[in-house]
């Protein structure tokens, strides 16, 4: 309740104040909601926030309806159905970061300012107030960086069976799984080929009975590829640069300062950081460098810039406590 408090008056002035046919992935997910299955063949996939989104304006569809602002211009039932979804997923997302954080032995306090470096994130309302899938994956990262943390065999469980149907860039963060979760090999790459079965089988259905040109989804996420080569010189811009930086914004100043004020104190904060991070961030590289908004890939990585920013407020406070204490002895 906390993360819905925080996250939905910015999230509801956000969808009253955007288009949302100005947004070509709103359009697929609010096109996919009425059931209208000929979509992008990058996103048309993603159907489960659009189904609950469509099964929730279904039951509440009149009484959302009344709430609607004169100059809205869409469907506003709709989008605001998307708006509980997503503001409901976005707030998980906040709890479970919120837990990683305490997962690395973080005070209560300081998780929770770590979790309000995500919650008053640009991109965390976006995520929240449009009708977009973001959220979804999110859970699903958080619950793969969690599950790993916690040894939780029930969290990567459900991050190895959703997250396709999440976005398909859960391949990315699927080896996470692999290579450093507690779970026996031979039981993951049983529960691995069951996942990918499902999916498979979902995405031949899907194209089947749409009707769509089979294959049509693989051939549009394989032309990414040379974006990979396009975007390296713009990741390094200082425009791009800039735009990611403000994923944190002035949280980025917490860890910068604890490196200033003790160089010891800030080599505590990385660490306390698990080597498993450092290839979680590697694989949002690439899915940043893959992607037409690298900026909005790299919020992905928003779990770990938690931590961070939650380790460096433990930092200080025990750098403050112990200046409060020397000057207690010497008076």
């Known amino acids: 309740m906390f993360c819905v408090a925080v996250i939905a008056g910015p999230a509801i002035a956000t969808l009253f104040e955007n288009n949302l046919l100005h947004f070509p992935d709103c359009t697929t997910y609010l096109g996919l909601a009425h059931f209208d299955l000929a979509q992008s063949p ?11 989104a469509a099964a929730l304006n279904f039951l509440f569809g009149r009484v959302f309806a009344c709430f609607s602002p004169s100059y809205f211009s869409n469907d506003y039932s709709l989008a605001f159905s998307f708006f509980v979804v997503n503001v409901s997923l976005t707030a998980l997302f906040g709890v479970l970061v919120y837990r990683y954080c305490k997962a690395f032995g973080c005070s209560r306090a300081s998780a929770l300012i770590g979790t309000l470096a995500m919650l008053t994130c640009r991109y965390t309302i976006y995520m929240a107030a449009l009708p977009l899938v973001d959220s979804l994956f999110c859970v699903v990262v958080a619950l793969t960086l969690l599950g790993i943390k916690e040894k939780n065999t029930g969290m990567l469980l459900w991050a ?27 039981k993951q790459v ?41 975007n390296l010189p713009k990741l390094f811009s200082v425009s791009t640069l800039f735009k990611i930086l403000m994923n944190v914004g002035f949280w980025a100043l917490v860890p910068l300062l604890v490196f200033l004020i003790s160089k010891v104190r800030g080599l505590f904060v990385v660490k306390a950081l698990d080597k498993y ?44 406590r112990k200046m409060g204490s020397k000057g207690h002895n010497e008076q």
Not at 166 to 178: C, G, Q, T
Not at 282 to 305: C, D, K, W
């Open 42 to 52: 990058v996103r048309r996939y993603r159907v489960i926030v659009p189904f609950i």
């Open 160 to 186: 190895i069976f959703l997250g396709p149907f999440a976005k398909e860039a859960f391949i990315f963060i699927a080896p996470l799984i692999v290579f450093f979760s507690h779970i026996d090999k031979k």
């Open 190 to 230: 049983l529960f691995f080929v069951i996942s990918g079965a499902i999916v498979f089988t979902y995405r031949f259905l899907y194209d089947h009975y749409a009707p769509l040109p089979s294959g049509s989804g693989l051939d549009a996420d394989m032309s990414h590829l040379p974006n990979l080569i396009h």
């Open 277 to 320: 991070m450092l290839w979680f961030v590697l694989t949002i590289i690439v899915q940043m460098l893959l992607s037409g908004s690298m900026e909005r890939m790299f919020y992905l990585a928003m779990p770990v810039l938690c931590v961070i920013v939650a380790l460096s407020v433990d930092e200080l406070a025990g750098m403050y």
